[in-house]
Every structure is written in structure tokens, then in C-alpha cells.
């Protein structure tokens, strides 16, 4: 069945670095960096809500064994036609929403699931979190771990030391669609399927 990101998945890239430039920079720069200190060498990662791998690709790249799930098929094709180009192999991708994982993955095989940037905010409503934490709980090892800053935000009243004081923030106009054409994220969909 079709995903909304299927329709743009061969510019999500190129709107991605428009809209957050240096910010998911960092992000991506700093998960790496903390996924280094908690998962073993080598170890087994759920990348939930993967997209096109901004994760998945550099973590395969450090010899983790990476899962990458997403409910764009279109996107993890897209992650896929990157790997190959990158000659980076092993690399499994599940067509899946994250509610849907506790009937998608097999119990205990993971290490370490990721969820970062927006994707606990596809998960609309309480029921649909606990039934992807009961997913993620399932699929992951005994004693291991969920990164996922997204859930763990900062207190009331407080911000993020990293965070601009208010009126110290950029905002950033997002790129609009109609300035994003398809092709230019370097996709080429006869390629690479």
C-alpha cells in the first residue's frame, strides 16, 4: 500500500537539507557519536523510521549491523540504490510501520533501536506509542536499548543547552515543493530498482 513520503521520496533528501541544513547535521553527527558508547561493536541496530538512511548508511559504514524500516517503500528503495553505490552490503530494509513492528520482527534480535528526529511524531495517538514500544520491546535483547531523544525532552520551563535563547534563533524558510524537482537528490529511479 502506497506511504505519503513515497510521493516525494526522490527529493526528501534535497528538502531535508534545505529545511535543517547544519541542524541535522549534527543530529546525525552526535547520534553516531552516542550509539558508539552504548552499542557493542558490531552490534545489531533498529533504525526505525529509517527513511533514506541518514543513519543506517554511516552506522553500516562502522561495521554495525543494521535494520532499517520505514513505511515508504519508496524510501528504503532509495536507502538501498545509496548503499549499493557506497558498496556497503548486509544492510536489511522491512516495509513497516512502527505500530506494525511486533508482527514484522523476530523476538530478541536487536541491540539497540533507534527512533530520532521526527519519527515518534507519526505515532498519533497513545495507543499507536504503546504499540510500537511493545514492537520495539519485543524485537530488542535482553538489557539493550531505545535512543530516541525525542522522548525524553527537557523539563518545563527549561531548554536544551545547545538550544538559542529565543531570540537568538534562526528560523529557516523550508524549501517549497515546487522549487524541489524531482531528480535532483541524485536519485534515479531506472537505476536502481
Not at 135 to 157: E, H, K, M, V
Not at 160 to 187: L, Q
Request: proline share 7%; aromatic share 6%; charged share 25%.
Amino acid at each position: 500500500m502506497p506511504n505519503a513520503h513515497d510521493s516525494w521520496a526522490d527529493v526528501y533528501d534535497e528538502v531535508n537539507r534545505r529545511s535543517f541544513g547544519g541542524f541535522l547535521d549534527a543530529l546525525t553527527s552526535r547520534t553516531i557519536h552516542a550509539v558508539g558508547s552504548i552499542a557493542p561493536a558490531g552490534g545489531r541496530i533498529l533504525d526505525i523510521g529509517a527513511g533514506t538512511g541518514r543513519l543506517a548508511l554511516p552506522l553500516a559504514q562502522r561495521g554495525y549491523r543494521l535494520t532499517a524500516v520505514d513505511a515508504s517503500s519508496e524510501m528504503l528503495a532509495i536507502l538501498r540504490c545509496k548503499a549499493a553505490r557506497l558498496g556497503i552490503g548486509g544492510l536489511r530494509t522491512v516495509t513497516a510501520s512502527a505500530v506494525h513492528l511486533l508482527t514484522t520482527l523476530p523476538r530478541g534480535e536487536f541491540d539497540l533501536a533507534l527512533l530520532v528526529f521526527s519519527v515518534v511524531s507519526y505515532l498519533v495517538s497513545e495507543q499507536e506509542l504503546r504499540r510500537a514500544a511493545v514492537g520495539i520491546g519485543n524485537a530488542l535483547a535482553d538489557d539493550r536499548y531505545i535512543f530516541s531523544p525525542a522522548l525524553t525532552p527537557p523539563c518545563r520551563g527549561t531548554r536544551r543547552p545547545e538550544e538559542p535563547t529565543p531570540s537568538r534563533r534562526r528560523h529557516r524558510r523550508t524549501a517549497a515543493p515546487e522549487r524541489v524537482r524531482p531528480g535532483r537528490s541524485g536519485y534515479d529511479p531506472r537505476r536502481c530498482r
